[in-house]
Protein backbone atom coordinates (compact mmCIF):
# COMPACT_ATOMS: atom_id res chain seq x y z
CA UNK A 1 0.00 0.00 0.00
CA UNK A 2 1.09 3.84 -0.30
CA UNK A 3 2.13 5.17 2.71
CA UNK A 4 -0.22 6.96 4.77
CA UNK A 5 0.75 10.43 3.37
CA UNK A 6 -0.17 9.47 -0.19
CA UNK A 7 -2.96 8.02 0.57
CA UNK A 8 -4.25 11.30 2.36
CA UNK A 9 -3.58 13.22 -0.79
CA UNK A 10 -5.17 10.82 -3.03
CA UNK A 11 -8.22 11.09 -1.14
CA UNK A 12 -8.39 15.23 -1.29
CA UNK A 13 -8.91 14.93 -4.85
CA UNK A 14 -11.17 12.27 -4.85
CA UNK A 15 -13.45 13.19 -2.56
CA UNK A 16 -14.08 16.70 -4.39
CA UNK A 17 -14.75 14.49 -7.50
CA UNK A 18 -17.34 12.50 -5.77
CA UNK A 19 -19.14 15.59 -3.91
CA UNK A 20 -21.93 15.43 -6.49
CA UNK A 21 -23.18 12.26 -5.39
CA UNK A 22 -23.37 13.16 -1.83
CA UNK A 23 -20.56 10.42 -1.19
CA UNK A 24 -17.58 10.99 0.74
CA UNK A 25 -15.40 8.67 -0.54
CA UNK A 26 -11.35 7.75 -0.86
CA UNK A 27 -9.56 5.46 -2.04
CA UNK A 28 -5.76 4.65 -3.06
CA UNK A 29 -4.42 1.90 -5.12
CA UNK A 30 -1.81 -0.75 -4.26
CA UNK A 31 1.57 -0.39 -6.12
CA UNK A 32 1.21 -1.79 -9.19
CA UNK A 33 2.20 -6.11 -8.64
CA UNK A 34 3.65 -8.56 -11.53
CA UNK A 35 0.96 -9.55 -13.91
CA UNK A 36 -0.86 -13.34 -13.02
CA UNK A 37 -1.73 -15.85 -15.17
CA UNK A 38 -5.48 -15.93 -12.94
CA UNK A 39 -8.37 -14.30 -14.98
CA UNK A 40 -11.33 -14.86 -16.42
CA UNK A 41 -12.45 -15.29 -19.92
CA UNK A 42 -16.28 -13.84 -19.68
CA UNK A 43 -16.49 -13.79 -23.64
CA UNK A 44 -17.65 -17.23 -23.56
CA UNK A 45 -21.31 -18.99 -21.98
CA UNK A 46 -21.57 -21.34 -19.24
CA UNK A 47 -18.53 -20.24 -17.72
CA UNK A 48 -17.67 -22.19 -14.89
CA UNK A 49 -17.46 -19.60 -11.80
CA UNK A 50 -13.79 -19.56 -10.18
CA UNK A 51 -13.66 -20.60 -7.13
CA UNK A 52 -12.67 -17.48 -4.55
CA UNK A 53 -12.38 -17.43 -0.87
CA UNK A 54 -13.34 -14.22 0.86
CA UNK A 55 -13.05 -13.89 4.64
CA UNK A 56 -14.30 -11.53 7.07
CA UNK A 57 -12.57 -8.30 7.06
CA UNK A 58 -10.64 -8.26 10.33
CA UNK A 59 -11.42 -5.10 12.71
CA UNK A 60 -9.88 -3.96 16.24
CA UNK A 61 -13.30 -3.37 17.77
CA UNK A 62 -16.32 -5.75 18.19
CA UNK A 63 -18.39 -3.14 15.42
CA UNK A 64 -15.35 -2.72 13.45
CA UNK A 65 -15.27 -6.58 13.10
CA UNK A 66 -19.28 -6.75 12.30
CA UNK A 67 -18.94 -3.79 9.76
CA UNK A 68 -15.99 -5.90 7.90
CA UNK A 69 -18.09 -8.80 8.26
CA UNK A 70 -21.25 -7.06 6.49
CA UNK A 71 -18.45 -5.60 4.05
CA UNK A 72 -17.17 -9.40 3.35
CA UNK A 73 -21.30 -10.42 2.79
CA UNK A 74 -22.02 -8.11 0.00
CA UNK A 75 -18.54 -8.39 -1.94
CA UNK A 76 -19.40 -12.56 -1.89
CA UNK A 77 -23.05 -11.68 -2.71
CA UNK A 78 -22.06 -9.49 -5.81
CA UNK A 79 -19.67 -11.48 -7.25
CA UNK A 80 -21.75 -14.71 -6.65
CA UNK A 81 -24.24 -12.68 -8.64
CA UNK A 82 -22.58 -12.57 -11.58
CA UNK A 83 -22.12 -15.79 -12.35
CA UNK A 84 -18.45 -15.22 -12.94
CA UNK A 85 -17.65 -16.81 -9.35
CA UNK A 86 -18.20 -19.15 -6.86
CA UNK A 87 -17.68 -18.13 -2.96
CA UNK A 88 -16.27 -20.74 -1.10
CA UNK A 89 -17.81 -21.24 2.45
CA UNK A 90 -16.44 -19.68 5.36
CA UNK A 91 -16.36 -22.61 7.04
CA UNK A 92 -14.30 -24.76 4.97
CA UNK A 93 -11.32 -22.34 5.77
CA UNK A 94 -8.37 -23.95 6.92
CA UNK A 95 -6.23 -20.26 7.75
CA UNK A 96 -7.74 -17.84 9.65
CA UNK A 97 -6.25 -14.40 8.98
CA UNK A 98 -4.40 -12.24 11.42
CA UNK A 99 -3.01 -9.44 10.03
CA UNK A 100 -3.97 -7.75 6.32
CA UNK A 101 -0.46 -7.35 5.52
CA UNK A 102 0.72 -10.60 6.16
CA UNK A 103 1.51 -12.82 2.79
CA UNK A 104 -1.41 -15.98 3.37
CA UNK A 105 -0.35 -19.36 3.87
CA UNK A 106 -1.43 -20.34 0.14
CA UNK A 107 -1.08 -24.25 0.57
CA UNK A 108 -3.94 -23.97 3.23
CA UNK A 109 -6.11 -21.96 0.41
CA UNK A 110 -4.94 -24.51 -2.28
CA UNK A 111 -6.03 -27.28 -0.11
CA UNK A 112 -9.84 -25.77 -0.53
CA UNK A 113 -9.28 -25.10 -3.88
CA UNK A 114 -9.66 -21.78 -4.09
CA UNK A 115 -7.95 -19.72 -6.56
CA UNK A 116 -8.46 -16.06 -5.86
CA UNK A 117 -8.70 -15.00 -1.81
CA UNK A 118 -10.04 -11.93 -0.46
CA UNK A 119 -8.67 -10.41 2.80
CA UNK A 120 -9.37 -7.04 4.62
CA UNK A 121 -9.93 -4.94 7.67
CA UNK A 122 -12.67 -2.18 8.67
CA UNK A 123 -11.06 0.49 10.77
CA UNK A 124 -12.71 3.70 12.98
CA UNK A 125 -10.46 6.33 12.66
CA UNK A 126 -10.17 9.17 15.88
CA UNK A 127 -12.39 11.48 13.33
CA UNK A 128 -14.93 9.05 12.80
CA UNK A 129 -14.51 7.98 9.18
CA UNK A 130 -14.48 4.24 8.63
CA UNK A 131 -11.04 3.34 6.67
CA UNK A 132 -11.82 -0.08 4.78
CA UNK A 133 -8.85 -1.83 2.96
CA UNK A 134 -8.39 -5.23 1.37
CA UNK A 135 -6.46 -7.62 -0.88
CA UNK A 136 -6.90 -9.76 -3.80
CA UNK A 137 -3.86 -12.57 -4.17
CA UNK A 138 -4.00 -14.89 -6.41
CA UNK A 139 -3.50 -18.38 -4.51
CA UNK A 140 -1.80 -20.33 -7.06
CA UNK A 141 0.49 -17.60 -8.35
CA UNK A 142 1.45 -16.88 -4.82
CA UNK A 143 1.45 -13.30 -5.12
CA UNK A 144 -0.78 -10.03 -4.49
CA UNK A 145 -3.07 -8.97 -7.47
CA UNK A 146 -4.67 -5.59 -5.89
CA UNK A 147 -5.25 -3.91 -3.19
CA UNK A 148 -7.19 -0.74 -2.37
CA UNK A 149 -7.70 1.95 1.14
CA UNK A 150 -10.82 3.56 1.32
CA UNK A 151 -12.39 6.39 3.45
CA UNK A 152 -15.47 7.52 3.73
CA UNK A 153 -18.52 7.93 6.57
CA UNK A 154 -19.80 4.61 8.28
CA UNK A 155 -22.94 4.92 6.67
CA UNK A 156 -21.38 3.90 3.59
CA UNK A 157 -19.62 0.48 4.42
CA UNK A 158 -22.73 -0.56 1.47
CA UNK A 159 -20.76 1.14 -1.22
CA UNK A 160 -17.81 0.73 0.10
CA UNK A 161 -17.99 -3.09 -0.94
CA UNK A 162 -19.64 -2.78 -3.86
CA UNK A 163 -16.32 -0.63 -5.20
CA UNK A 164 -14.64 -3.11 -3.52
CA UNK A 165 -16.57 -6.10 -5.97
CA UNK A 166 -15.75 -3.67 -9.05
CA UNK A 167 -12.08 -4.02 -8.64
CA UNK A 168 -12.37 -7.62 -7.86
CA UNK A 169 -13.97 -8.22 -10.70
CA UNK A 170 -12.21 -5.58 -13.11
CA UNK A 171 -8.60 -7.08 -12.20
CA UNK A 172 -9.75 -10.78 -12.91
CA UNK A 173 -12.00 -10.30 -15.70
CA UNK A 174 -9.91 -7.19 -17.86
CA UNK A 175 -13.65 -5.62 -17.69
CA UNK A 176 -14.91 -2.86 -15.74
CA UNK A 177 -17.40 -4.28 -12.80
CA UNK A 178 -21.00 -2.78 -12.56
CA UNK A 179 -21.45 -3.36 -8.59
CA UNK A 180 -21.24 0.36 -7.85
CA UNK A 181 -24.38 1.31 -9.84
CA UNK A 182 -28.27 1.76 -9.33
CA UNK A 183 -31.75 1.00 -10.75
CA UNK A 184 -34.46 3.43 -11.43
CA UNK A 185 -37.78 1.48 -12.32
CA UNK A 186 -41.59 1.75 -12.50
CA UNK A 187 -42.63 0.54 -8.57
CA UNK A 188 -46.39 -1.22 -8.69
CA UNK A 189 -49.12 -1.60 -6.35
CA UNK A 190 -52.45 -2.57 -5.64
CA UNK A 191 -54.85 -4.48 -7.92
CA UNK A 192 -54.03 -5.36 -11.63
CA UNK A 193 -56.82 -3.34 -12.74
CA UNK A 194 -56.02 -0.61 -10.92
CA UNK A 195 -52.09 -0.41 -10.57
CA UNK A 196 -50.65 2.51 -8.91
CA UNK A 197 -47.04 3.16 -10.78
CA UNK A 198 -44.31 5.11 -8.74
CA UNK A 199 -40.71 6.26 -9.65
CA UNK A 200 -37.98 3.78 -7.34
CA UNK A 201 -34.58 3.48 -7.38
CA UNK A 202 -32.46 0.85 -5.58
CA UNK A 203 -28.48 -0.23 -5.57
CA UNK A 204 -28.28 -2.93 -8.25
CA UNK A 205 -28.50 -5.73 -5.84
CA UNK A 206 -31.79 -4.50 -4.26
CA UNK A 207 -30.71 -2.83 -1.57
CA UNK A 208 -31.38 0.77 -0.53
CA UNK A 209 -34.63 1.61 -2.13
CA UNK A 210 -36.75 4.53 -2.21
CA UNK A 211 -39.14 6.14 -4.24
CA UNK A 212 -38.84 8.95 -6.05
CA UNK A 213 -42.73 10.06 -6.74
CA UNK A 214 -45.88 9.35 -4.39
CA UNK A 215 -48.20 7.42 -7.09
CA UNK A 216 -50.72 10.73 -7.60
CA UNK A 217 -49.82 10.58 -11.16
CA UNK A 218 -48.65 7.00 -13.52
CA UNK A 219 -44.98 6.98 -14.72
CA UNK A 220 -43.24 5.16 -17.16
CA UNK A 221 -39.95 4.88 -19.50
CA UNK A 222 -37.99 6.43 -16.41
CA UNK A 223 -34.14 6.79 -17.97
CA UNK A 224 -30.68 7.82 -16.40
CA UNK A 225 -28.67 10.53 -17.71
CA UNK A 226 -24.91 9.91 -18.24
CA UNK A 227 -23.95 12.03 -14.87
CA UNK A 228 -26.16 9.34 -13.29
CA UNK A 229 -28.05 12.15 -11.17
CA UNK A 230 -31.17 12.96 -13.47
CA UNK A 231 -33.78 10.97 -14.62
CA UNK A 232 -36.39 11.67 -17.74
CA UNK A 233 -39.75 9.65 -17.37
CA UNK A 234 -43.12 9.85 -18.93
CA UNK A 235 -45.30 11.02 -16.51
CA UNK A 236 -49.41 11.41 -17.23
CA UNK A 237 -50.83 14.06 -14.96
CA UNK A 238 -54.36 14.56 -15.34
CA UNK A 239 -54.56 12.29 -18.03
CA UNK A 240 -51.93 14.48 -20.23
CA UNK A 241 -48.50 13.43 -20.97
CA UNK A 242 -45.45 15.45 -20.56
CA UNK A 243 -41.79 14.34 -20.04
CA UNK A 244 -39.99 15.36 -17.00
CA UNK A 245 -36.59 15.68 -15.83
CA UNK A 246 -36.01 14.76 -12.35
CA UNK A 247 -33.11 15.37 -10.00
CA UNK A 248 -32.50 12.22 -7.95
CA UNK A 249 -30.41 14.30 -5.06
CA UNK A 250 -32.91 17.16 -4.50
CA UNK A 251 -36.45 16.00 -5.97
CA UNK A 252 -36.63 19.35 -8.09
CA UNK A 253 -38.36 18.15 -11.49
CA UNK A 254 -38.96 20.14 -14.35
CA UNK A 255 -41.15 19.29 -17.79
CA UNK A 256 -39.01 19.07 -20.60
CA UNK A 257 -42.09 21.00 -22.97
CA UNK A 258 -45.32 20.73 -23.62
CA UNK A 259 -46.07 18.85 -26.61
CA UNK A 260 -49.63 18.35 -27.75
CA UNK A 261 -50.99 14.66 -28.51
CA UNK A 262 -48.77 11.78 -27.17
CA UNK A 263 -45.31 11.53 -26.07
CA UNK A 264 -43.47 8.49 -25.74
CA UNK A 265 -39.80 7.09 -24.61
CA UNK A 266 -37.51 9.82 -23.32
CA UNK A 267 -34.08 9.62 -23.32
CA UNK A 268 -30.81 11.35 -22.96
CA UNK A 269 -28.28 11.42 -25.73
CA UNK A 270 -24.83 10.18 -24.39
CA UNK A 271 -23.61 13.87 -24.14
CA UNK A 272 -26.59 14.39 -21.68
CA UNK A 273 -27.65 17.81 -23.76
CA UNK A 274 -30.44 16.48 -25.92
CA UNK A 275 -33.79 14.68 -24.77
CA UNK A 276 -34.34 12.09 -27.69
CA UNK A 277 -38.14 10.88 -27.63
CA UNK A 278 -41.63 10.12 -29.99
CA UNK A 279 -44.51 12.94 -30.70
CA UNK A 280 -47.42 11.32 -31.73
CA UNK A 281 -49.45 13.60 -34.45
CA UNK A 282 -52.34 12.76 -35.56
CA UNK A 283 -51.92 8.91 -36.24
CA UNK A 284 -48.65 8.49 -36.81
CA UNK A 285 -45.83 9.17 -34.46
CA UNK A 286 -41.67 10.04 -35.59
CA UNK A 287 -38.82 10.66 -33.29
CA UNK A 288 -37.50 14.13 -32.16
CA UNK A 289 -34.95 15.74 -30.51
CA UNK A 290 -35.02 18.40 -28.10
CA UNK A 291 -31.68 20.52 -27.10
CA UNK A 292 -32.06 21.07 -23.63
CA UNK A 293 -30.32 24.53 -23.44
CA UNK A 294 -31.98 25.85 -25.65
CA UNK A 295 -35.16 23.47 -25.93
CA UNK A 296 -34.58 23.71 -30.12
CA UNK A 297 -36.87 20.79 -31.23
CA UNK A 298 -35.76 18.78 -34.62
CA UNK A 299 -37.39 16.27 -36.27
CA UNK A 300 -35.78 13.12 -37.16
CA UNK A 301 -38.21 10.87 -39.03
CA UNK A 302 -40.96 12.22 -41.18
CA UNK A 303 -43.13 8.51 -42.14
CA UNK A 304 -47.36 7.81 -42.31
CA UNK A 305 -46.48 5.17 -39.61
CA UNK A 306 -45.61 4.91 -35.91
CA UNK A 307 -42.16 5.02 -35.02
CA UNK A 308 -40.59 5.32 -31.47
CA UNK A 309 -37.93 4.00 -28.91
CA UNK A 310 -34.99 5.40 -29.84
CA UNK A 311 -31.66 5.16 -28.44
CA UNK A 312 -28.56 6.53 -29.15
CA UNK A 313 -25.36 4.65 -29.93
CA UNK A 314 -22.39 4.97 -26.88
CA UNK A 315 -20.85 7.55 -29.52
CA UNK A 316 -23.77 9.03 -30.12
CA UNK A 317 -23.83 9.44 -33.84
CA UNK A 318 -26.02 6.64 -34.72
CA UNK A 319 -30.24 5.96 -33.48
CA UNK A 320 -31.66 2.61 -33.28
CA UNK A 321 -35.60 2.96 -33.20
CA UNK A 322 -38.53 0.58 -33.83
CA UNK A 323 -40.82 1.16 -37.07
CA UNK A 324 -44.06 0.00 -38.55
CA UNK A 325 -43.22 1.16 -41.65
CA UNK A 326 -43.10 -1.99 -43.67
CA UNK A 327 -46.20 -3.05 -42.09
CA UNK A 328 -45.25 -4.88 -38.91
CA UNK A 329 -42.69 -3.83 -36.08
CA UNK A 330 -39.25 -3.84 -36.96
CA UNK A 331 -35.98 -2.05 -35.95
CA UNK A 332 -34.13 0.47 -37.77
CA UNK A 333 -30.81 2.25 -37.75
CA UNK A 334 -30.60 5.96 -38.92
CA UNK A 335 -27.50 8.91 -38.42
CA UNK A 336 -28.29 10.89 -35.52
CA UNK A 337 -29.41 13.89 -38.08
CA UNK A 338 -31.88 11.66 -39.05
CA UNK A 339 -29.94 10.76 -42.57
CA UNK A 340 -29.33 6.86 -43.85
CA UNK A 341 -32.53 5.50 -42.19
CA UNK A 342 -32.23 1.77 -43.15
CA UNK A 343 -33.93 -1.64 -41.70
CA UNK A 344 -31.71 -4.24 -39.40
CA UNK A 345 -34.20 -6.52 -38.01
CA UNK A 346 -35.21 -9.68 -40.50
CA UNK A 347 -36.53 -12.05 -38.53
CA UNK A 348 -39.73 -14.03 -37.70
CA UNK A 349 -42.11 -11.89 -35.64
CA UNK A 350 -42.29 -7.79 -34.52
CA UNK A 351 -39.58 -6.38 -32.73
CA UNK A 352 -39.89 -3.20 -30.16
CA UNK A 353 -37.80 -1.53 -27.42
CA UNK A 354 -34.40 -1.22 -29.21
CA UNK A 355 -31.40 -0.43 -26.59
CA UNK A 356 -27.49 -0.09 -27.91
CA UNK A 357 -25.14 -1.31 -25.61
CA UNK A 358 -23.01 0.80 -23.60
CA UNK A 359 -20.13 -1.15 -25.73
CA UNK A 360 -21.61 -0.17 -28.70
CA UNK A 361 -21.25 -3.92 -30.02
CA UNK A 362 -24.60 -5.26 -29.50
CA UNK A 363 -28.63 -3.87 -29.40
CA UNK A 364 -30.72 -5.77 -27.25
CA UNK A 365 -34.42 -5.78 -28.12
CA UNK A 366 -37.57 -7.34 -27.24
CA UNK A 367 -39.08 -9.83 -30.08
CA UNK A 368 -42.82 -10.86 -30.24
CA UNK A 369 -43.60 -14.51 -31.89
CA UNK A 370 -45.78 -17.46 -31.73
CA UNK A 371 -47.19 -16.19 -28.08
CA UNK A 372 -43.95 -15.92 -26.33
CA UNK A 373 -41.52 -13.04 -25.61
CA UNK A 374 -37.71 -12.98 -25.86
CA UNK A 375 -35.09 -10.61 -25.05
CA UNK A 376 -32.62 -11.16 -27.46
CA UNK A 377 -29.37 -9.34 -29.05
CA UNK A 378 -28.00 -8.73 -32.37
CA UNK A 379 -25.11 -7.04 -34.02
CA UNK A 380 -25.46 -3.41 -35.36
CA UNK A 381 -26.11 -4.40 -38.46
CA UNK A 382 -28.98 -6.73 -37.70
CA UNK A 383 -26.03 -9.55 -37.95
CA UNK A 384 -25.66 -12.22 -35.12
CA UNK A 385 -29.45 -12.11 -33.81
CA UNK A 386 -29.54 -13.93 -30.51
CA UNK A 387 -31.89 -15.40 -27.99
CA UNK A 388 -30.79 -14.93 -24.73
CA UNK A 389 -34.28 -15.70 -22.97
CA UNK A 390 -37.80 -15.88 -23.46
CA UNK A 391 -41.01 -16.34 -21.67
CA UNK A 392 -44.65 -15.70 -21.31
CA UNK A 393 -44.05 -11.64 -21.26
CA UNK A 394 -40.61 -10.46 -21.42
CA UNK A 395 -40.32 -6.82 -21.62
CA UNK A 396 -37.18 -3.69 -21.91
CA UNK A 397 -33.95 -4.50 -21.91
CA UNK A 398 -31.76 -2.36 -20.29
CA UNK A 399 -28.23 -2.84 -20.21
CA UNK A 400 -24.87 -2.87 -17.04
CA UNK A 401 -22.54 0.54 -17.63
CA UNK A 402 -20.20 -2.50 -18.85
CA UNK A 403 -22.45 -4.05 -21.48
CA UNK A 404 -22.48 -7.25 -19.60
CA UNK A 405 -25.41 -8.09 -18.46
CA UNK A 406 -29.14 -7.15 -19.88
CA UNK A 407 -31.95 -6.44 -16.93
CA UNK A 408 -35.91 -6.84 -17.86
CA UNK A 409 -39.16 -7.20 -16.29
CA UNK A 410 -40.93 -10.27 -16.67
CA UNK A 411 -45.24 -10.40 -16.25
CA UNK A 412 -46.79 -13.28 -14.40
CA UNK A 413 -50.07 -14.66 -15.76
CA UNK A 414 -53.37 -15.11 -13.28
CA UNK A 415 -55.23 -12.60 -10.75
CA UNK A 416 -52.09 -11.81 -8.20
CA UNK A 417 -49.99 -11.92 -10.89
CA UNK A 418 -47.60 -8.56 -11.84
CA UNK A 419 -44.10 -8.00 -13.25
CA UNK A 420 -41.05 -8.87 -11.89
CA UNK A 421 -37.11 -7.30 -12.74
CA UNK A 422 -34.75 -10.09 -13.94
CA UNK A 423 -31.06 -9.73 -15.47
CA UNK A 424 -29.09 -12.27 -17.43
CA UNK A 425 -26.34 -12.95 -19.43
CA UNK A 426 -25.02 -11.18 -22.59
CA UNK A 427 -24.27 -14.95 -23.55
CA UNK A 428 -27.75 -15.94 -22.28
CA UNK A 429 -25.87 -17.61 -19.10
CA UNK A 430 -27.15 -16.99 -15.58
CA UNK A 431 -30.79 -15.59 -15.58
CA UNK A 432 -31.50 -14.17 -11.92
CA UNK A 433 -34.19 -12.46 -10.03
CA UNK A 434 -33.42 -9.14 -9.41
CA UNK A 435 -35.28 -8.31 -5.87
CA UNK A 436 -37.37 -5.25 -5.46
CA UNK A 437 -40.34 -4.46 -2.78
CA UNK A 438 -42.95 -5.63 -4.89
CA UNK A 439 -43.95 -5.50 -8.51
CA UNK A 440 -41.52 -3.41 -10.69
CA UNK A 441 -41.34 -2.64 -14.16
CA UNK A 442 -39.29 -0.70 -17.00
CA UNK A 443 -35.92 -0.92 -15.39
CA UNK A 444 -33.48 0.90 -15.90
CA UNK A 445 -29.34 0.98 -15.43
CA UNK A 446 -27.76 3.73 -14.53
CA UNK A 447 -24.07 4.20 -15.53
CA UNK A 448 -21.04 3.78 -12.92
CA UNK A 449 -21.40 6.45 -10.17
CA UNK A 450 -18.92 8.99 -9.87
Known sequence: MKSKASVAAAAGGLGRMLAVCLVVLCAAMAAAPARAALQIDITQGNVD?????????????????????????????????????????????????????????FGDWRIINAQA????????????????????????GEQQLTGLQFFTSPDNWRRVAHLISDAIYKRLTGEEGYFDTRIVYV????????????????????HNPRMLTNGSYMVLTPRFSPNSQEITYLSYRNNNPRVFILDIETGQQEAVGDFPGMTYAPRFSPDGQRIIMSLQRGGNADIYTMDLRSRRVTKLTDTAAIDTSPSYSPDGNQVVFESDRGGSQ???????????????????????????SPRGDLIAFTKMASGRFVIGVMKPDGSGERVLTEGYHNEAPTWSPNGRVIMFFRETRGAQGGPNLWSVDVTGYNERPVPTTGFGSDPAWSPRLQ
Not at 93 to 99: E, N, R, T
Not at 120 to 129: I, L, N, P, V, Y
Not at 332 to 353: E, H, K, L, P
Open 49 to 105: PLPIAITNFMGETENDKSVGSDIASVVSNDLERSGLFRPLPQRSFIQQIGAINVQPR
Open 187 to 206: AESGPKNKRVKRLAIMDQDG
Open 330 to 356: QLYVMNSDGTNQRRISFGTGRYATPVW
Open 117 to 140: LVTGKATTETDGRLRVEFRLWDVL
